[in-house]
Nanobody
């Protein structure tokens, strides 16, 4: 069994920053692609960023040059550094991690960008 625990969401003013973390624990042999998704009210869940086991990254166009995804393999953790936040970044953010070929989702963390 694998568990993902997210942290780091909250309320921030436009232009501010937040850092999300997602740590995997449990029965883990190998971790492959790690990613962040988000879902705003009444919208579909969308990919924000992902990072491969070889550290290749890709980002949604809407967050390029503002968000940075990274991973710490020793800690089985993926991070999302979010800068220059905008109101349209408001959503529940979910991590998704491929552990031994199985996709696991985090519980979600709310990010609200508002003045």
């Amino acid at each position: 069994q694998v568990q993902l625990v997210e942290s780091g969401g909250g309320l921030v003013q436009p232009g501010g920053s937040l850092r999300l973390s997602c740590a995997a624990s449990g029965s883990i042999f190998s971790i492959y692609t790690m990613g962040w998704y988000r879902q705003a009210p009444e919208k579909q869940r969308e990919l924000v960023a992902r990072i491969s086991s070889g550290n290749s990254t890709n980002y949604a166009d809407s967050v390029k040059d503002r968000f940075t995804i990274s991973r710490d393999n020793a800690k089985n953790t993926v991070y999302l550094q979010m800068n220059s936040l905008k109101a349209e970044d408001t959503a529940v953010y979910y991590c998704r991690i491929n552990v031994d070929g199985i996709l696991y989702w985090g519980q979600g963390t709310q990010v609200t960008v508002s003045s």
